[in-house]
């Protein structure tokens, strides 16, 4: 059942602190404060490159990956849609790794390119949350999400807890390959532990993203989502559950590129909604807030208290979120704008678990 909530999508959506708990717990070990991952037929110390590939929402968490990957452990990850990937000529570094990524681990694009990638004599690795699928039978090795059954078309709780996956990888590959230190991996692994109570508190704001999404986003004709850094796959994200169950037309714009062409759409017609938790690139973000506001655009930001404190005045709404480390920021970000796409999505009267023209799986090309 939907456990009391009006749609599987919501229930999915309030049960991402026990799911994003249960996944890190598998991974995460208390007393040393490390990171354990399950037993793997290849050295991670010594992959010289990876290739991550996936589709949809799970390439989006691919891409938060990337970032990690290459600021915490220092290898280069290549970001592939598996779309993309299988028909073009890919060039991979010899003992490569490829990481796929698959809530239902049955999308055709993803399995196409897993097949290639074995052919091609990469490791491959599947982050995938049913475990019995054809993606997680095919790979080298499996490291899985734990989030339960997903039945909700739009992919919430599979999206956090690949994140929590990903998270995870990153620090394992930092140790593997002696880049990490113990230090910065207990304060990582810890920052990830904080993330099951603060996301149970980012859903208090249910209300006020309801009252948000009813007020701003159900009448906008065109939605604008920005970030960067990890927030800009992030942006990526609530544009495209936006789309996909509200049937609103949203864009997802790293935030710096908005004066390469989309600043062009702003008027006081479109709202534009900031992923801008405080980080170092938060400056940045405030800035382009103001080119918003300057053209007469609606911000609508989702940032911490510091963060709310400086562009309220600017912003039309700004929602504060708990103050967590910028490296699980993406975690906890991807939740308002589930939220906001639900709660619109449900204002509209469409069919929340089941949009039209699509499907769970992507079994066909
Ligand atoms: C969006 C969504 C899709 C899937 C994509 C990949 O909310 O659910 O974009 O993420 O079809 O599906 P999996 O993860 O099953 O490979």
Redesign the pocket.
């Known amino acids: 059942g939907k456990g009391g909530h009006r749609h599987f999508m919501a229930k999915e959506i309030f049960e991402q602190p026990q799911v994003i708990g249960d996944t890190l717990n598998a991974m995460f070990n208390p007393a040393e404060r490390t990171i354990t991952l399950p037993d793997l037929p290849f050295d991670l110390g010594a992959v010289p490159r990876i290739t991550m590939i ?5 390439s989006l968490a691919g891409l938060v990956g990337k970032y990690w990957i290459e600021r915490f452990a220092g290898v280069a990850v290549d970001w592939d849609l598996a779309s993309e990937f299988r028909y073009r000529a890919p060039v991979m570094a010899e003992g490569g790794l490829a990481v796929f ?7 055709a694009d ?1 399995l196409a390119a897993l097949r290639y990638c074995k052919q091609q004599g990469q490791h491959c690795l599947a982050i995938v949350n049913a475990p019995e699928s054809s993606i997680a039978r095919e790979a080298d090795a499996v490291l899985p999400t734990l989030a339960g059954p997903e039945i909700g ?3 919430t709780k ?1 999206f956090t807890t690949q994140l929590v996956v990903l998270a995870c990888l990153a620090i394992a590959l930092g140790r593997a390959r002696g880049t990490m230190d113990r230090e910065t991996e207990a304060r990582l692994s810890g920052t990830l532990t904080e993330v099951p109570s603060r996301a149970a508190e980012v859903l208090n704001h249910d209300g006020r993203i309801k009252a948000l999404a009813e007020e701003t986003i159900t009448p906008a004709r065109d939605v604008l989502y920005l970030g960067r850094g990890t927030s800009y796959p992030l942006a990526l994200e609530g544009a ?2 936006l789309k ?1 169950i509200s049937y609103i037309h949203a864009e997802g714009y790293a935030a710096g590129e908005m004066k390469h062409g989309p600043i062009a759409l702003i008027d006081d017609s479109v709202p534009v909604v900031v992923i801008a938790p405080s980080d170092d690139l938060f400056d940045k973000t405030a800035s382009n807030v103001q080119e918003v506001v300057a053209r007469g655009g609606k911000a609508v930001v989702f940032s911490d208290a510091a963060g709310v404190a400086r562009l309220k005045d600017l912003a039309l709404e700004a929602i504060a979120l708990p103050a967590v480390d910028p490296f699980v920021a993406p975690i906890l970000y991807a939740i308002p704008v589930q939220l906001l796409a639900y709660h619109t999505a449900v204002d509209k009267g469409t069919d929340v678990d089941q949009p039209r023209n699509l499907a769970k ?2 079994t066909v090309e």
């Open positions: 996936a589709c949809g929402t799970a990524i698959s809530q239902s681990g049955e999308t993803t078309v739009a992919s599979a495209l559950k996909e799986a992507v």
